[in-house]
């Protein structure tokens, strides 16, 4: 887990390094484990895919893609993972209950 924070940390720092936001890196917790067990809990707690999305170095839209999120959904749930490009683990970043739409 350590390494995927590092990698993430390391990439994203290079985007906020030239903003003038007032922005800082905070510990994250997060659950990391093999892919196939990842994937069985989030089967196990009936998650559906609903979105996957590139992260790609230094978060230019042509840059090479660095790792991939994935985006869940169950009946009032919402569950994302993180997968580094060349790992051998998946973490789960957030599950978060009591889900609702916000209208326009």
């Not at 936001?21 to 510990?27: E, F, G």
């Not at 990842?38 to 895919?49: A, G, H, L, N, T």
């Not at 790792?67 to 009946?75: D, G, Q, V």
Request: glycine content about 4%.
């Amino acid at each position: 887990m350590k390494k995927i924070i590092l990698i993430l940390s390391f990439l994203c720092t290079s985007v906020f390094a030239n903003e003038t936001y007032d922005l800082y890196w905070q510990q994250v917790p997060a659950v990391c484990g093999q892919p196939p067990e990842v994937q069985r809990y989030i089967s196990d707690e009936d998650f559906k895919p609903v979105h996957l999305s590139l992260g790609r170095v230094s978060s230019l839209p042509n840059g090479e893609p660095v790792y991939m999120i994935t985006y869940y959904e169950n009946e009032d749930q919402i569950l994302v993972t993180v997968d580094v490009s060349g790992g051998n683990e998946t973490c789960i970043l957030f599950r978060t209950f009591n889900k609702s739409e916000v209208l326009n």
